[in-house]
DNA sequence: CATTATCTGGGAATGAGTCTCATTCCCGTT
DNA sequence: AACGGGAATGAGACTCATTCCCAGATAATG
């Protein structure tokens, strides 16, 4: 999914969604679209001002929030005491992040026989899964 | 491994690298030996005041983090805003958590799958993984 | 028991995230 | 094009976990 092909989608749920457009939210979505990196709300909101479209800290949370309830962002947390989103993929899909120790880099990934552990885990237990975060520490190929 | 044990192994340990005895480090050790459910920093503090042991925040955040840095207890993420410690299992043994949204309780368990799973990723990837974390959102069985 | 490095704790500082509320904006209706 | 009401925005106060600072207490050693 390219960029701005998740813009759009976004805009089209949220429109279906009854909700109307602001500036503060089509800044956001437009910067999310562009870095798909994990961004967190300060960054992001430190990212808007230094382009010269100051978006209140109120506003950028709250796009967030708002992204994530309709499922169009994903929440990372790598462990420093920061909430990250990055745009999530369609259909479903979903990766995870290794955090380089040596650089600090976010590496994703995704792994069918890790998901596949999940399920097989989710009827052993006798729970219901309903999300599920893997998080690996090391060092990535470059500092490895 | 027991709660004395454990306890046992904290002091073997910390006098092992030369450290001295104190009380706030002898409280907060002797209540992550008795409650093996993963704790935050305030639970400890709340605690240990409410047993008429007060003692100070600074502390436990140091006797906290000087656990971690001997390996002695883990840190668990549960995604409320919120660091959590339970003391770790001996022979590099672990466990995940399983969040349930309904009752917010935390429910371990561990699954030599999804270990081995993430063991052949690591090849896959040509990555170096010291460690990871697993965390799981859904309905425990009580409340599924 | 004197010495001294280590430990402790009160409180101020930090920083992410939340809340409030007055103002502004969007958009269907007139 | 003007209107009206609900939605969106932003400034800043606020919460709350965690960190920092520093002066005073304490444990081990000789």
Known sequence: MAASDWSEHVHAVLSEAGLKRGGARERVIELLAREPCALSAVEIEDELRARGRPTGR????????LLAE?????RVAVGDGQTRFERSQPGGDHHHHLVCEQCGRLVAFDDPGLEHAIDRLSERLGVTIDSHDVLLRGACRSCG
């Open 58 to 65: 109120a506003s950028v949370y709250r796009v967030l929030e």
């Open 70 to 74: 309709h499922g169009l962002v994903e």
